[in-house]
């Protein structure tokens, strides 16, 4: 339903004109952007186009992305956001009005307040001085609780990316694995010196010697344990050895090989 990316600041348009926002707030907002490289709140957009986008929330981080871009157009040519499928983007406006719900939609935006509506004051010369703006008020309250929620979003795709891609990364080590214990076993004419000594070496001097090689006891154990069946048959191939031992996988095989090795 969300994607989160890296989108190209000049691919984005927004419906909001930036003159209703503080110049004062752009330009504090994105030295802060430049400096972490990124923004905290992420602008919500969606697509409408193959390369372009508008914005759905976060018109003030986008203007303030814009204005980095003008301070360093390489640094701020990019901008982090969520992008949002056009068929989604209804429940998603009712999620982003629910967050602000707090917040006035005018102030939450870094809207400037009119100068007519600021108050007037007198010097001691009864001169009126010009009109006071009135400083900017987000509610901090409702900022926080929409950027932790974008937060925790992100922070859960992430995990499941990372729970995905190691996944497909040990899937892979393994094949390469198998691979490598069958490709040894193709070179080898006759037994192999491990595999003859896992069949004939005495149990103490065996063990002696895969503790050598880095080999747990447990594993240790359940070999002496198979050695010591009757009748005992003897292991054919590392293959075998690997489906006849207890905790010895492809990659704990190949782990006694090399140490055997040394």
Known sequence: MISFSLVDVKSIHSTVSRSTLSETVLDSLSDLILECEG???PVVLKRTGPESYTVVDGHL???AAVR???KNPRKGEMVNAFVIAPKHEEIILKQTELLNSFADSKTNQGVKVAPAQAPIQSNQEGLQDLPLQTPIQPDLEARFLNIEVRIDTRLNELKAEYSQNLQRIEEM???KVEERLKDIESRDTKPAPLLESLNNLELPLLA?????AGINNKIIENIAKERNTTPFE???????VVDR???VAAKTMIKMID???R
């Open 39 to 41: 923004l905290l709140r």
């Open 61 to 63: 981080e986008y203007y």
């Open 68 to 70: 980095a871009k003008e």
């Open 173 to 175: 080590l393994d094949q």
């Open 208 to 212: 002696s010697r895969l503790k050598k």
């Open 234 to 240: 003897p292991f054919v191939t590392f293959e075998d």
């Open 245 to 247: 031992i207890n905790g």
């Open 259 to 261: 140490g055997w090795q």
